[in-house]
């Protein structure tokens, strides 16, 4: 289980780094002059050609890689096997035999070991 969770954090790590230096190439909408009387909305996601450029996909098909990791990470993070003992870590203890019902049933009598009867405080 630890190689899955080495696995998925460098994933998610390399895939962190490639969307910031993904958003860091894009050409943002506001950056010309002319965004501001409307000529911006050819480089929006949905602009003149109708479909997002290779940066805006990549970049969120990326969000979507890091985001399964972050959810990989939390269901990996939250599994805890069990702990194993070996061969014999499914033995059953072994149980102490009850005692007879009347030994068991009978209550201390304040008789000594010696026969003698003792002072109980009460």
């Known amino acids: 289980m630890l190689w899955l969770k080495t696995l998925i954090i460098v994933v998610?790590?390399?895939?962190?780094?490639?969307?910031?230096?993904?958003?860091?190439l894009q050409h943002g909408k506001g950056a010309d002059m002319g965004a501001a009387?409307?000529?911006?909305?050819?480089?929006?996601?949905?602009?003149?050609?109708?479909?997002?450029?290779?940066?805006?996909r990549t970049t969120g098909?990326?969000?979507?890689v890091f985001f399964v990791?972050?959810?990989?990470?939390?269901?990996?993070?939250?599994?805890h096997p069990s702990a194993s003992a070996g061969v014999l870590g499914g033995a059953a203890p072994a149980t102490v035999p009850a005692a007879s019902g009347a030994a068991a049933a009978a209550p201390?009598?304040?008789?000594?070991?010696?026969g003698t009867h003792q002072d109980v405080p009460n």
């Open 12 to 24: 998610q790590v390399l895939s962190a780094l490639t969307i910031i230096g993904l958003v860091l």
């Open 37 to 56: 009387f409307g000529s911006g909305n050819s480089g929006s996601l949905f602009g003149a050609s109708g479909s997002a450029n290779f940066l805006s």
């Open 61 to 64: 098909i990326l969000a979507a």
């Open 69 to 79: 990791c972050t959810l990989a990470l939390t269901y990996v993070g939250a599994y």
């Open 108 to 114: 201390a009598s304040p008789v000594g070991a010696s």
